[in-house]
């Protein structure tokens, strides 16, 4: 079999059907990524393949530190040229990484390039993909198109402008572009001097002087009510767990107003605050149908010298292995009590939680929405083919498979597209191997809407896209 050919990952003859037969043509419904709607809005072009390719990258970043190379060609001022000319030094020794197959599926799809990247076709290949980065439709709103991408969920704070979202909808594009309500800043209570300055751009995006608690509470709604007119049919938190503190509403309003006033709240303080705002923020969701997403787990920022250097999101996080389960419980405890639990994705980072975190989307079913809670696709550490077939597993042996709204990029490339065809050749390769096995029935046609449905369909039906 070849590297990357057209079986790829697929081992039966009923995987090959599925996949090629069903799974491939499948349009794309990206509900979770971190694309900026500026350049979607702008149809912006790249002027080489470091920039599309390198230039926010982390994933990248961390194996060409473990390959030895100066942070200078990483994330420097070193040339784009040079920085692709270090990338190609490390590829070849990306084997069973799976960056080696993610590099070269994008290389084929995106610029129809077969060859190896190594250092000594890197002239040939920056040559390649300079004379297709030149072509008219090879800009963000082409490859939108060319990918047959029908929704894009970027992710937003509820201090920011959508005036990118409504530009892109007035530009007639296809492809439905959505933001998601993303408001982790306000829960900075134990860093006035971050929080402060974030509250002066709310204030502006909402229209609402925020001085007091139930200011900054009216304030976050009329965003959200905004995300909503917009498009925004779901929100997310990246947390390292869920806070697992109550807190009443006196509670909550003397620990703002310490904040308000420029003192920092003790941790435990901030773990009530945030257990309030989650649970205000969650009754938001449910009250106008949205989904809420929950990313937990990270350990962040683990490498203080890197992180003074380089700053944020630049691969210096890691998987983190706090304790998940009685928070995640009680969290979600509070809002089913209070009869307002929205419909929720929950990813783990951690394979040791993957049955903690499937068991638990099964205890907070309530019947009302199929897959209501649900249990996400493999992310960061676990977007790789074994993490894959470890969340389809636990998923399948807890709940129901054939619900799960499948597969998401989370990504800043406009290259990750292909992450949907690597999923869907991975669930194709699952299904059709234990359909041949005899361990699922051998009806094509069940078989096929099982593989559909979690393409595409689960995901348009479930957030309500209707596209």
């Known amino acids: 079999m070849a590297y990357l050919d057209e079986n790829f990952l697929l081992y039966s003859e009923t995987a090959r059907r599925l996949y090629h037969e069903v799974a491939a043509d499948q349009p794309i419904i990206d509900y979770h990524n971190h694309l900026p709607p500026e350049e979607i809005a702008t149809n912006h072009r790249w002027e080489n393949i470091s920039d599309l390719w390198l230039g926010h990258d982390h994933y990248k970043w961390r194996l060409l530190r473990a390959n030895g190379i100066d942070e200078e060609r990483i994330t420097g001022n070193t040339s784009p040229r040079d920085k692709f000319q270090a990338f190609a030094e490390t590829v070849p020794y990306t084997l069973r990484n799976p960056m080696h197959h993610w590099v070269h599926m994008e290389l084929q799809r995106y610029f129809d390039i077969h060859t190896l990247l190594t250092p000594d076709t890197a002239d040939e290949i920056w040559e390649k993909t300079a004379e297709k980065l030149a072509e008219p439709d090879f800009t963000t709103q082409g490859l939108l198109k060319k990918f047959d991408v029908r929704v894009v969920g970027t992710t937003d704070d509820p201090a920011d402008s959508l005036e990118h979202h409504e530009a892109i909808i007035a530009s007639g594009l296809p492809t439905k572009v959505v933001p998601t309500f993303r408001p982790d800043k306000a829960f900075q209570v134990d860093r006035p001097d971050r929080l402060n300055p974030w509250l002066k751009k709310l204030e502006k995006a909402s229209g609402i002087s925020i001085t007091h608690l139930s200011d900054l509470l009216a304030a976050l709604q009329k965003r ?86 380089v700053g944020p999101d630049a691969g210096f996080d890691t998987m983190g292995d706090t304790m998940q389960g009685d928070a995640l419980a009680t969290f979600l405890d509070a809002l089913a009590s209070r009869e307002s639990l929205p419909k929720m994705v ?122």
């Open 224 to 309: 959200h009510d905004d995300f909503h007119a917009a498009g925004a049919r779901l929100s997310d938190h990246g947390l390292d767990r869920c806070p697992a503190l109550p807190c009443s509403d006196a509670e909550a309003t003397n620990i703002f107003d310490k904040a308000r006033s420029g003192q920092a709240v003790s941790a435990e303080d901030k773990e009530r605050f945030s257990f309030y705002l989650l649970v205000f923020t969650g009754q938001l969701d449910a009250a106008r149908g949205w989904t809420k997403q929950l990313h937990l787990t990270p350990m962040r920022n683990t490498n203080s010298r890197m992180f003074e250097k």
């Open 346 to 467: 929950i990813y783990n980072m951690n394979p040791r939680d993957n049955y903690l975190f499937a068991a638990m989307t099964g205890a907070f079913q309530d019947g009302t929405v199929p897959g209501k809670i649900q249990f996400g696709s493999g992310w960061w550490f676990l977007d790789q083919k074994e993490g894959m077939e470890m969340q389809l597993n636990a998923l399948s042996s807890t709940g129901l498979l054939s619900r799960f709204v499948g597969m998401l990029t989370d990504s800043r490339s406009f290259l990750s597209f292909p992450r949907h065809e690597y999923f869907r050749r991975i669930l194709c390769n699952l299904i059709g191997g234990e359909a041949e096995k005899g361990e699922l029935p051998d009806d094509f046609e069940t078989l096929s809407k099982l593989i559909a449905d979690i393409s595409f369909h689960n995901a348009n039906r479930h957030f309500g896209f209707n596209v």
